[in-house]
């Protein structure tokens, strides 16, 4: 990466994590000193990760490459967290990601991969994480590269989950009286959409998106 590229993601990585400090803070607000295990939750999605890649031999099973991303996605959130609590700033952090994904992309230039090898990397991955108790982010990059999950599409995956995630602690989610279904669609498909219909702007796409979803959410559950 250079040049513009490199600036772009930069300013993306910066954005994903300070919206990650947010929605940690918002579930718990000391979240930092909790001493959450971010290594078991991250082995523990590579467990359904590894199943939408399909290794299963007695049945026929083809790739689900997006829930495979989506997955990934998950992961990412409690990577964030974890470099976050290790750095002390989303500036900090943003520069080991950045360099990471850097050095990758020096050494890598293979694309997507067969699922033999795909299954290979998510073990190897799951097995760095349970060994080191930590996230391992070039392992993490490799993977992307393997499943095709870009840059960019990290990013505004990242943030539509991240930010339905604010949405649904804000609306109730954790005391169980948030509505999930609305007008007969669930919360992620009208999140889907509201997401292909604005620009991708570091700086305002996440707020956007969160009006977007209030917006509807105030129309169709409360009838304002």
Known sequence: MNGVKDVMFRSRLQSMLELQ?????KIRPD?????????????T???ELVDHVGWKWWK???PDLPQVHLELVDIFHFGLSELLQQHGTADAATTQILGAYVVYGKRSGTGVVDSATRIAQVEAFATSVLTTRRFDLSGFCELSSAVGLEEQMLYEMYVGKNVLNGFRQDNGYKAGTYIKTWDDREDNVWLVEFAAG??????????????????KYAEVVHGR
């Open 45 to 47: 999605e590579c467990a």
């Open 31 to 43: 979240w930092r000193d909790a001493n959450n295990a971010w290594f078991r939750a991250i082995w």
């Open 60 to 62: 026929h099973q083809s």
């Open 21 to 25: 400090d947010g929605i940690n803070s």
């Open 198 to 215: 604005l620009d991708k702007n570091p700086n305002t796409f996440a707020s956007e998106l969160y009006g977007q979803l209030s917006k």
